[in-house]
């Protein structure tokens, strides 16, 4: 199936209407989905049908010194991710310091065990059992 003959024509159109300001069937905004919208044809037709219409649009966004609203997102995008990539590192840090003070508490710990058994084989008489309290309602 063909494009519409015109097609071409309205896409043009509806850029011109969108880097004059004056959009008719879209927000204005320096995308694709707004430039299909202008021109009121399928956002397929810029990407699969007229991918050099869309390298033109966004050439002139460029050449104005301006940087396409999905290019923009995109970096935003980038930015929150870079910082979340870095709170990660920064938790993934002290996770680790915190996993080497516990396994340093735990060694301790089977160390001071260790060594208490040892004691109480070694001198069995010196525990001594303490009366347990009675339980009130036992």
Do not use: C, W
């Not at 063909?2 to 204005?28: C, K, L, V, W, Y």
């Not at 870079?82 to 003070?101: F, G, M, P, V, Y």
């Amino acid at each position: 199936m063909s494009p519409a003959p015109d097609e071409r024509d309205r896409i043009r159109a509806a850029m011109h209407r969108i880097f004059a300001g004056t959009p008719e069937h879209s927000n204005g905004a320096l995308t694709i989905v707004a430039l299909a919208a202008e021109a009121q044809v399928p956002r397929n037709a810029l990407t699969q049908r007229h991918p050099d219409l869309k390298n033109e649009f966004y050439g002139k966004v460029r050449a104005r010194g301006q940087t396409p609203d999905s290019e923009k997102r995109l970096r935003e995008q980038v930015r929150k991710l870079k910082e979340l990539r870095e709170a990660d590192a920064e938790e993934l840090r002290q996770i680790r310091s915190d996993n080497q003070a516990l396994v340093g508490a735990l060694h301790q710990a089977v160390m001071e065990n260790r060594q208490l058994r040892q004691q109480l084989a070694e001198r069995p008489g010196i525990l001594r059992l303490l009366p347990s309290q009675p339980r009130p309602g036992i």
